[in-house]
């Protein structure tokens, strides 16, 4: 994968955040040399991952992945996965601007659900082995939706890391996500967890 546009920008974005959180839950002088040994594996990391399409939008998610497995790793054992999560959620939202990604778009409108389902549609055509294969579901009315995923792209990142133990993390953050969405997600099974498929249902908030 090389988008180095992306891949700047995600480090930039959230590496002070991380740090700050890691050396809250260790100590200022861990949290720097985990965040000092991360990013060269991180950018290490994005360029050996197979590509997804340039113009996918569930490559953010799947970069942002990296980043949070580059600390996990970076890490050297002593951060649990538990604690790379709390680490993970609490950085990502004191970030105003990765709150307003997510809050810039309606997602209960009948035109972002079809280009979500154009999207899903695509993957089923998998293109691209380390992409995600999804399915939409439309609602009885826009205010609710469903997404199946018979593959996961981050779960297929954190599987060749070698860090898969990070998975259900990484499904817990999508509540915090729709938070951000104005929905709320029920996902009663994940690949993460040994799920045949991730069943998310969002609902908008009232």
């Avoid at 009948?110 to 609602?139: H, P, T």
């Avoid at 199946?148 to 792209?153: R, S």
């Amino acid at each position: 994968m090389n988008n180095i546009i992306y891949t700047r920008a995600i480090w930039l974005l959230f590496n002070k955040s991380c740090r700050r959180q890691i050396a809250i839950k260790f100590d200022t002088y861990f949290a720097k040399e985990v965040m000092k040994r991360a990013k060269p594996n991180y950018f290490k990391m994005i360029r050996r991952a197979p590509a997804v399409g340039k113009h996918n939008p569930m490559l953010i998610n799947i970069m942002v992945t990296a980043f949070v497995a580059s600390i996990y790793k970076a890490g050297e054992g002593k951060i649990a996965p538990e604690q790379m999560g709390t680490i993970m959620t609490s950085s990502m939202e004191s970030v105003s601007l990765f709150r307003k990604f997510f809050e810039m778009n309606d997602y209960f409108s009948k035109g972002w659900q079809d280009k979500r389902n154009e999207q899903a549609l695509r993957s089923q055509q998998r293109e691209y082995q380390a992409d995600f294969v999804s399915e939409f579901i439309y609602g009885k009315t826009v205010d609710e939706y469903g997404l199946k995923n018979y593959e996961c792209g981050i779960y297929k990142l954190l599987k060749r890391e070698d860090c898969v133990e990070l998975a259900p993390q990484m499904c817990k953050f999508d509540h915090v996500m729709a938070k951000y969405m104005n929905a709320n997600l029920k996902l009663t099974k994940t690949l993460a967890t040994g799920g045949d498929f991730c069943d998310f249902w969002y609902t908008k908030r009232q």
